[in-house]
């Protein structure tokens, strides 16, 4: 049995994941909004009225509060908790996953190129992703600190070329 990779993304990736689960919630407390204001405000022929019910605003509001509560809070501690990688001279570890858990491997063999990437929030916080890029796809190291992404990036760029030339 393979043992379990042992490097873990930035501790800061749980402020910008729970940010942008903010601005997810964000947009299901905006839905609420809208349909109280049609509610308030907008009268149906008597066969659509089902559509404007106070008990459709009360499960529109517990559904907004659930959400939230699951994008702000329980899906970053444990997509953080989950978040494994490791970089050998032969492949690179990854484990991840909320509800399924995906390990992959990949052989340095087929690394095509390697980037590093940052977006707004991730800049803000110092932070940068790994990309990886092979024939069949890419994969991503999310939210690791500037200088640890770009050593991590320049050291998978040269383990690829040696394991390119050894074949």
Sequence with gaps: MRP???QRIDK????????SGSLIAALYWIAV??????????????????LLAPWLLWILLLT????????????????WKRWRYEVNEYEIDLKHGVLVVKRTLIPMIRVQHVDTKQGPLLRFFGLSSVTINTAGGWHEIPA????????????????????????
């Excluded at 690791?144 to 074949?167: G, W």
Aim: proline share 6%; glycine share 2%; aromatic share 10%.
């Design 33 to 50: 909004l809208i349909y109280y204001v049609l509610y308030a405000y907008l009268s149906l022929p008597p066969q659509f009225s089902w």
């Design 64 to 79: 907004a509060a659930v959400m939230s509560i699951v994008h702000i809070g329980i899906v970053p501690a444990v997509r």
């Design 144 to 167: 690791l600190q500037d200088s640890v992404a770009d050593a991590l990036r320049d050291r998978i760029s040269v383990l690829a070329r040696e394991a390119k030339e050894d074949v």
């Design 4 to 6: 379990e990779p042992t």
């Design 12 to 19: 800061k990736a749980l402020t910008v994941w729970r940010i």
